[in-house]
């Protein structure tokens, strides 16, 4: 059952550290998407890929956060350094990059507590 | 920016009963998405809606849109204690490829 596979699931971590979240879209996707999940703030789109290039990532708090695409396989979402206000949920979504009707496949999520 | 804006935003009903969410938006769409949430979990895709089109069903879902009134409605029939989720609607950037989520309908049907 082809899936989104997202790591860690949990993470708590010091104000001030690195964080690194990691994303395997499913197999044959070619588009990526970072969302981030608050209760204040709902779900908002930090960046997402298509073919492994970023084309958007306006959402992104460009000082501390960083996101990349090494591989087909694997794309990762870094913050360095993090804040307490960066605890959240943060998923990733994959799609087949059909551009208009193109639905999104969801993993479940990392969730980071920076204390 | 959020794009959709669903309401309510929280919502009570008993197992039988019928659960209507709606959801508007403020730009020209190439098509609506529903996704729902169940707690701790992520967004699976439910329907998709095209602006050329009126109503789609799905089951025990209802989708309809008002492109003129640029809102959307999910209707879900006879709804199940299973059924118990959040509800969020999603609209692409009319570029191709990017969506946008709104704030999520909380559904809790009671058995």
């Known amino acids: 059952d082809a899936r989104v596979t997202q790591t860690p699931r949990h993470k708590v971590t010091e104000m001030g550290q690195e964080v690194t979240m990691r994303c395997q879209p499913i197999l044959g996707h070619n588009t990526v998407f970072w969302y981030r999940q608050t209760m204040m703030q709902g779900l908002e789109l930090l960046a997402y890929f298509r073919n492994r290039a970023p084309l958007d990532d306006s959402g992104m708090p460009k000082d501390r956060f960083s996101a990349e695409m090494p591989d087909a396989t694997l794309a990762t979402l870094k913050i360095q350094p993090s804040e307490p206000r960066d605890s959240a949920v943060y998923f990733c979504?994959?799609?087949?990059?059909?551009?208009?009707?193109?639905?999104?496949?969801f993993g479940s999520g990392t969730q980071l507590s920076v204390l | 920016s959020q794009q959709g804006e669903e309401d309510p935003q929280a919502l009570s009903i008993q197992e039988g009963e019928n659960a209507t969410m709606n959801c508007s938006y403020k730009?020209?769409?190439?098509?609506l998405q529903w996704y729902r949430q169940n707690s701790g979990r992520g967004l699976v895709h439910l329907i998709l809606i095209r602006s050329n089109e009126r109503e789609k069903h799905s089951g025990r879902l209802r989708v309809t849109l008002d492109t003129s009134k640029k809102s959307s409605s999910l209707l879900i029939t006879a709804s199940r204690a299973a059924d118990t989720a959040s509800y969020f609607c999603a609209t692409d950037d009319n570029q191709g490829g990017k969506l946008i989520f709104g704030q999520g309908t909380e559904l809790s049907v009671k058995p």
């Open positions: 979504a994959s799609g087949l990059g059909t551009g208009v009707d193109e639905k999104l496949f």
């Open positions: 730009t020209s769409i190439n098509n």
